[in-house]
Structure formats: structure tokens, C-alpha cells
């Protein structure tokens, strides 16, 4: 089934509340557009996405185009409050290979293109695959490129500003491709540094050296030049890793820590026993 065939489920109605581009003028378009939904039965979870509808008619005659992004803000809604949900959102294109020419992607221009008090059809929340452990001295790796930073700002929003005292050490190893791509971590906006606390917080970014490198490069640059730090932390059995964005950063997170691990056997052995203990965890997407 393809992702223009999917029943929706219940859906809801959500009111543009904010909308801000959070990447400079020239470059990738990323905004932070804020949802204020005023459903008493809508309610969330940090790691959760939902899905966004954009009315029809489609172009192909498919009855619904909906896409799924990631809730970056940790639920602060008290019962039977409205609660806002903050999406991070890449405005796509794609170019045609036939006719060589530019598209704008649907759900993600519209949802760029929207305007504050603009009405907008939500499903969702979907079951996350990312479970925030209770125990507060477990240690947290985040790894991801591009919007994956969205679940992680939910976390750390959640863990520091909200429940507060985490004790153990939670590192993000990031990758973008220029220092004003880094999404919450750039010199306009460094929205992260307002939630962790310094004590057990690290952040590992990798940048693109060439303008044709993609994100995936610049993670593994993050995690080679941070190696001994990644491999320290995800061989002690109470950390739990979670990795987002791109399909391909794993395919990077995997390359270096082989070479951390000795070989690409000792790393999957790895690998499998954090899956099998629940510690492992990952929302990829292209
Ligand atoms: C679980 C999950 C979480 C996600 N979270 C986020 C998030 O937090 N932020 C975010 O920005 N994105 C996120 N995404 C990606 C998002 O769901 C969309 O896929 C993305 O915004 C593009 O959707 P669109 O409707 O704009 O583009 P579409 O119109 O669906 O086009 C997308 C792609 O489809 C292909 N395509 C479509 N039509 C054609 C055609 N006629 N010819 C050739 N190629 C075509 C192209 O490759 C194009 O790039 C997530 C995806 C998943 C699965």
C-alpha cells in the first residue's frame, strides 16, 4: 500500500498557531510550525508523529495526500486543555526525470505555506517506535540528520525542563550539511541550549565540507570525530539509543561503529543485543 492509500483513522481539526522559518533566507526552507489543537481526546507523547491532510483534489485521483511528521515539543496540556504541537518541516521538491522539471512536494508546501489562524486536518497521534525510558540514570544517544532533530527536542525538552534531574548522560550526534543547517543549533536560533542541563548534556555536530555532501556524511564526520565518546556510551547496558531522520544514517552510524566495534560482526552482535533488550530504537525516513 502506498502512503496515497492509507485510511485515516480519526482525524481532527488543528489551528495554525506560528509558523517560523528556522534556517537563514538562502538554502533549505526548515520552519517550526506550531498546531494549536483543541481536541479534549487528542493527546500526546515526546517521539510521537502525526499525520497532516491536505485537502484534495490530487493530482494522480488519490482520495487523501497525508504525511506524517514528527511532534517536536514535549506535551505540557493539562486535562482537557488545548495543547499545541510543534512540527519541523523541510519544504521538498522533487525534479521530474522525464521533463527535467521542478515540483513542489504537497503536504510539505502546504504545510510551509500556511499562515497563522489557517485551519488544518491532523490524524494521529501514531504509536511511537521510540520509548523514553523511566529510569532517569539511563544514558540517552541521539543520532540524526536533518528534521529527525524533532523527537529529540522533544525530549530533551522533557527530560530537563519538565521532569528535571536527569542523571544520566545523554549525548546528540547530529549531522547537516552548513553550521546554519544545524536545526534548533544554529547562530539565528539555538533553541536547544534553552532546555539541557550542561552537566550530563553533549551535542556532536558534523557539517558537510562540500556543497554536494548530504547529511549522512556529515553525521559520520560527527560520529568518526567523536568515536571513543559514541562507543564508550553504547557499550554500558543502560544506555538506549535512538536514531532519526534520513534512511541513511544508519547506514553511517553503522560504518563507524564497525570500525569502533573491530568489525561489522561484533557491531551487529551489538546491535542485536540492544534491539533484544529494547534499547535500540529508530524513525527513518527518505
Ligand atoms: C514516520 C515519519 C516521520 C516524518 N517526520 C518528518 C518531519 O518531522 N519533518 C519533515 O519535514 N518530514 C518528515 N517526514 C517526511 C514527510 O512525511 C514527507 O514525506 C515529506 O514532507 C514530503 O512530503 P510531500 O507531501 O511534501 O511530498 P510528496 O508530494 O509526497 O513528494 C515526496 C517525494 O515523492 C516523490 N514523488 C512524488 N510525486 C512524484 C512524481 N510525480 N514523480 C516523481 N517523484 C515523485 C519525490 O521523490 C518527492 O521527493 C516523515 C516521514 C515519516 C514516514
Redesign the pocket.
Known sequence: MS?NDVELGAACEAVVKESTRITPSQGDE?RQIVLRVNEPSFRFVEGQ?IGVV?PGPHE?GNKY?M????I?NANIGGRGEAVDVS????R???V??VNGER????????LCNAAPGDKITITGP?RSPFQMPVDSSANLVMIGTG??I?PFRAFIQRIYEQKGGWQGQVRLFYGAKSGMDLLYMNDQNEDIANYYDEATFKAFNGLAGKPLMGEDKALERSLTDNASEAWGLIQQPNTYLFLAGLKKTESALDKVMATAAGSAEAWKALKAKMIAEERWSE?L??
Do not use: K, M, W
Request: one cysteine or more; charged letters at 15%.
Open positions: 502512503e526548515v508523529t491536505v494522480f495526500h504525511r506524517r511528521y514528527s517536536a512540527l519541523l518541516v523541510r521538498c521538491f522533487y521530474d526525470e515540483y513542489p512536494g504537497v503536504a510539505s508546501n502546504f501514531y528534521t529527525g524533532a524513525l525516513y527518505s
